[in-house]
């Protein structure tokens, strides 16, 4: 691998100013104001794969933002890789938490700093480069396609459908995705198991219009008040989820199994200093490794109401929000729990105030075979770039898409991340480790060797 280390050395500048250039579009997809961007970091990533050497590059249409494509068919004959990653990122808010601007990127302590960093501008852009050495190199032994999307962080809505019309084009042997992560930055992983999501939101109202607290406070209903108290009881002092019938398909994962996730490295200690926190917290019984791995959860996102602003203003508000996310185990399906959902909050909510439940969107789990090819191909490809074997794990994330994937494309989905759970992704002061960039490229060059052999 020396010509492939030669060649990330001799172009690691130039690698890291064209993935700024892609950081440095605010292509925030859950904003209507920045749909714009989700075009220009599209055309970013057309031009981005032509320089580097696709036979072809264009932006497609779906029916919300775009998809950019690219493909390298070397033979039919040989094996296809799809690669999958997104362009769109999550909105930056509390912006006063940076410690530097959100979309222009610095290096601080050997880590990127930005939005999109490691999620997935950063991880995605690793197999640009690596498909870039392939190809400059005479290195390049499969065929290989780009489907880069720009909706995953508001849950893929219209990807599903764009594979329906695209189906004969988007044909592999298998997906390969980086959007996941590492147990340590010396420690590799390969994610196995994916949780699924669904996302809702809570909108109470009480009286028609905000009152004086002073006037009205005790006498009417604060939403506010209603709502916390409701929150409150969606989970019990075990940690368990208390809506009927949300562990219905919950599968008890074995002792067996239990016990051989608990060979993982990991350090309470660390994790908790790491959070700046005393205790961890969760389901009662199981490891915070299992929580989050094998576990379903239920987490409030946001929640808001009345004046927030500086100062003081005494009012009972009409209205309360809350958005809640329920992270699920692969054999949930994430549709009947938002229907759960909806119809325990309805049923709860008392009579002094009204309420509305949406679904704004979600995705089933998934779990990775570790016995197929492309599976060995990874475990190979980590085994040689750092030399330890990796360890299969199960992630507390979700990327809706990927059953998805399997359902409609018929294809299976390998996950080799390379972000750290201190990367802060999703959250302000998002990074992601030089190293970890400049590794992943050279892990990804490697599992294409070691893939054509399988």
């Not at 996302?199 to 002073?214: A, Q, R, V």
């Not at 969107?361 to 040689?384: C, F, N, R, W």
């Amino acid at each position: 691998m020396s010509e492939v280390k030669d060649y990330i050395e001799a172009n690691k500048d130039r690698f890291l100013e064209e993935l700024f250039g892609l950081i440095r579009i605010p292509s925030i997809s859950s904003i209507e104001a920045h749909k714009d961007d989700m075009y220009k970091a599209a055309q970013y990533w057309k031009q981005a794969m032509l320089n580097a050497g696709v036979d072809k590059a264009e932006v497609m249409e779906t029916k919300g933002n775009p998809v950019t494509y690219a493909e390298k068919i070397i033979d039919p004959a040989l094996p296809t890789v799809l690669v999958y990653g997104h362009m769109d990122v999550m909105p930056v808010d509390p912006i006063e938490l940076w410690h530097s601007k959100p979309f222009e990127p610095e290096i601080r302590d050997g880590k990127i700093y930005a939005r999109g960093a490691d999620d997935d501008k950063g991880q995605a852009f690793m197999h640009a480069k690596a498909f870039e050495i392939m190809n400059k190199t005479g290195k390049l032994n499969c065929n290989i396609k780009f489907m880069i999307e720009g909706e995953e962080e508001i849950g893929s809505p219209n990807l599903g459908e764009f594979c329906k019309e695209h189906k004969d084009m988007l044909k592999a042997d298998i997906i390969l995705v980086s959007d996941t992560g590492m147990i340590a930055r010396d420690i590799p992983s390969i994610t196995t198991g994916l949780r699924g999501l669904s996302f809702m939101e809570i909108e109470l109202t009480g009286p028609n219009k905000d009152l004086h607290s002073g006037l009205f406070g005790g006498a009417v209903a604060n939403p506010a008040n209603v709502l916390t108290k409701i929150i409150a009881s969606l989970t019990d002092g075990d940690g368990k989820i208390t809506i009927p019938g949300f562990y219905d398909d919950v599968i008890e994962v074995s002792d067996e199994e239990r016990k051989e996730m608990a060979k993982a490295p990991f350090d309470l200690e660390k994790y908790k200093k790491n959070l700046d926190i005393d205790v961890v917290d969760g389901e009662k019984g199981y490891s915070t490794n299992e929580r989050t791995g094998i576990r379903p959860s239920l987490d409030v996102n946001g929640i808001w109401s009345g004046y927030t602003g500086e100062g003081a203003k005494t009012v009972l508000p009409s209205k309360a929000y809350a958005k809640v996310s329920m992270r699920l185990v692969p054999n949930q399906d994430n549709k009947k729990i938002s229907e759960l959902f909806i119809k325990h909050i309805e049923a709860i909510v008392p009579p002094t105030a009204k309420v509305k439940v949406t679904a704004l969107h979600g995705g089933q789990g998934y779990v990775s075979p570790i016995d197929m090819p492309a599976y060995k191909a990874a475990e190979l490809a980590y085994t040689e770039v750092y030399g330890k074997t990796p360890v299969p794990t199960r992630s507390g994330g979700s990327i809706p898409i990927i059953s998805t994937f399997e359902e409609i494309l018929g294809i299976k989905s390998i996950l080799m991340g390379f972000g750290l759970e201190e990367d802060a992704i999703h959250s302000p002061n998002e990074n992601f480790p030089l190293e970890n960039f400049y590794k992943g490229i050279e892990t990804i060059v490697a599992f294409y060797k070691y893939y054509h052999t399988s």
